[in-house]
């Protein structure tokens, strides 16, 4: 989503005929908040979003080493060739952030993740081809959802040895872990990332029984924002609904979310059901970009924030990365 964001951006930034730079930072600005209000979560916008209006300000208001100022529509093409460039090499850190924690996958290795992160996918796979053609000698314990059910598909097409887990046994297959390794919507300013509700409890099974805890995130993903907790995300997510029994009732009459929704998909059936209703879920349902869901906010958009003491490292494209270095990277990037 970050990079869409900005590819919008730019696109918007091409057509719109302005002339000055006023006019360009005040179009920018108020397309940034249009696209923010209209999502219910726009962590993963904003880090975009924000990152690419730093760079146009930084731009446009850096001296030039000329005694004359370039016209505003060379400044402009200028400004717009290297956001290309930008984008370009934004959606190759993927693959360079692959190969970087693909070495963490050692022969034997357990790991344990969730949700269904494409830089998550993108490591197990990298560190799957690199042990071709003898056979992966790593394996995998997913928590299972409706929408991770592609990604525990497509990891075992690659000879990945997958087990899929309800939620409520994180704590009991803890033991059998060597090592958590998950993705993040955002990275924010202390160091800590907002990610996929349930990353936060795992986070705190994983510290209490001395796991490694990594996060692996592209750079474009880092957000400005500093939460103190779970209530300083700014976004509404109804998590915590008190009702009464009539008001359960009527909400289930109505097909809204009622008590024990969070365990409904585990009331006997077994991980392979739940695995064929996510996938049909995915390729049948709406366009939440990059991994299923329908239109709207639904469970899979609910995220949590998980503060940097639990995290054992953050790896990037650039490299692995302690919390409080993200951080310090992040204060430059902004102050």
């Known amino acids: 989503m970050p990079i869409a964001a900005i590819e919008s951006l730019i ?3 091409s057509t719109h005929p302005s002339t000055t730079i006023s006019e360009t930072l005040d179009l920018l600005a108020r397309s940034t908040t249009h ?40 400044l402009r093409a200028h ?16 693959a360079a952030l692959a190969a970087i924690a693909s070495h963490f996958l050692r022969p ?42 592609p990604t525990i598909a497509s990891l075992r097409a690659l ?35 907002v990610s996929r509700m349930g990353t936060y409890q795992v986070g705190v099974l ?6 490694p805890f990594y996060v692996v995130a592209e750079s474009h993903k880092f957000v400005r924002m500093y939460p103190l907790g779970e209530g300083d995300l700014g976004v509404e997510q109804g998590v915590v609904e008190f009702r009464t029994g009539e008001e359960g009732r009527q909400d289930e009459a109505a ?15 077994t991980p392979a059901v739940v695995e064929e209703k996510g996938r049909r879920e995915y390729f049948e349902g709406g366009e939440k970009g990059g991994g299923g869901g329908t239109s709207g906010e639904t469970k899979n958009d609910l995220v949590d924030y998980t503060p940097p003491e639990l995290i054992t490292a953050l790896i990037t494209e650039s490299g692995v990365h302690t919390p409080s270095a993200v951080s310090e990277e992040l204060i430059k990037i902004w102050y």
């Open 79 to 94: 400004l717009l060739s290297n956001s290309l460039l930008f984008v370009s090499r934004a959606k190759q850190s993927r």
């Open 108 to 149: 034997s290795t357990t790991l344990l993740t969730l949700g269904s992160s494409r830089a998550v996918h993108a490591v197990i796979s990298h560190a799957a081809h690199s042990t071709l053609p003898s056979p992966v000698r790593f394996r995998v314990i997913y928590v299972s959802s409706p929408e991770s059910a």
């Open 11 to 13: 696109h918007l930034l």
């Open 35 to 74: 696209l923010k209000n209209s999502i219910p979560n726009p962590i993963s916008l904003s880090a975009g979003t924000d990152l690419f209006q730093r760079y146009l300000i930084t731009t446009l208001t850096r001296p030039t080493s000329s005694t004359s100022p370039p016209d505003f529509p060379s």
């Open 159 to 193: 000879g990945v040895p997958v087990a899929a887990i309800p939620e409520s046994a994180v704590a009991y297959c803890m033991s059998q872990v060597d090592m958590v390794l998950v993705g993040a919507e955002g990275v924010v300013e202390n160091g800590g990332v």
């Open 255 to 269: 097909g809204k979310r009622g008590d024990g929704e969070g365990e409904a998909r585990w009331d006997g059936r």
């Open 206 to 211: 994983a510290k209490a029984a001395g796991k």
